[in-house]
């Protein structure tokens, strides 16, 4: 049976919105103020270097801002912040995606929004293609965490957060 681009595409939806995924928004200062965007594709790349990636969509406005940039911050949302996730998807009507909402200056000039559960900020380092997204890799400069927040999480099509599940401690003879 032939299996289609359009139905691996389909299938490769169904099965990224069972994915859990931490939520971001990547800021970077332009010359018309600063910018961001809701971004779910994060990672960790190398650590020697310590790096990170981002992907963006080619469609997306932020796009070419990002790929021009010389830095950007990946802020993590915390569970509370589910309207600072909407608000930069687009979902929400504002002019300036950044009015009402506090941030400061990072190490590079890119906002640090207020109140996130960890904030990493980045150099850019390279942009590779990646099909309808550019992969965007950041040299990590600083990095700051706020241990008492949970994380927004996406699941589902839906915002939630994590439930630590709790296991009895393992046999002291166990080998990994
Ligand atoms: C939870 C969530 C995760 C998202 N992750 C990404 C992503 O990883 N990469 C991306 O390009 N767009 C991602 N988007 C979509 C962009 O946030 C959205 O298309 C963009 O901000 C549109 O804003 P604009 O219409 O104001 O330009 C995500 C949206 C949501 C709600």
Same mark, same amino acid.
């Given at each position: 049976m032939k299996y289609s681009e359009s139905e691996i595409q389909s299938d490769l939806k169904q099965a990224m919105r069972v994915y859990p995924q931490g939520v971001t928004v990547v800021t970077t200062r332009t010359p018309e103020g600063p910018k961001g965007i809701t971004v779910s594709s994060f990672t960790s790349v190398s650590l020697d270097p310590p790096l990170i990636l981002v992907s963006i969509a080619r !469609? !997306?406005?932020l796009h070419d801002p990002l790929s021009k940039s010389t830095n950007f911050v990946v802020n993590f949302l915390a569970d509370d912040q589910k309207s600072v996730s909407d608000r930069f998807a687009g979902r929400v009507d504002v #002019?300036? #995606?950044?009015?009402?909402l506090r941030s400061t200056m990072g190490v590079t000039g890119s906002p640090i929004i207020d109140g996130v559960r960890a904030s990493i900020e980045c150099e850019k380092w390279n942009v590779f293609p990646g099909g309808d997204h550019s992969i965007i890799v950041g040299r990590v400069l600083s990095v700051k965490t706020d241990g008492n927040k949970r994380p927004l999480v996406y699941f589902a099509q839906q915002y939630t957060t994590t439930e630590l599940l709790e296991y009895p401690a393992p046999p002291s003879d166990m080998v990994w």
């Amino acid at each position: 049976m032939k299996y289609s681009e359009s139905e691996i595409q389909s299938d490769l939806k169904q099965a990224m919105r069972v994915y859990p995924q931490g939520v971001t928004v990547v800021t970077t200062r332009t010359p018309e103020g600063p910018k961001g965007i809701t971004v779910s594709s994060f990672t960790s790349v190398s650590l020697d270097p310590p790096l990170i990636l981002v992907s963006i969509a080619r !469609s !997306s406005a932020l796009h070419d801002p990002l790929s021009k940039s010389t830095n950007f911050v990946v802020n993590f949302l915390a569970d509370d912040q589910k309207s600072v996730s909407d608000r930069f998807a687009g979902r929400v009507d504002v #002019k300036d #995606k950044f009015e009402g909402l506090r941030s400061t200056m990072g190490v590079t000039g890119s906002p640090i929004i207020d109140g996130v559960r960890a904030s990493i900020e980045c150099e850019k380092w390279n942009v590779f293609p990646g099909g309808d997204h550019s992969i965007i890799v950041g040299r990590v400069l600083s990095v700051k965490t706020d241990g008492n927040k949970r994380p927004l999480v996406y699941f589902a099509q839906q915002y939630t957060t994590t439930e630590l599940l709790e296991y009895p401690a393992p046999p002291s003879d166990m080998v990994w």
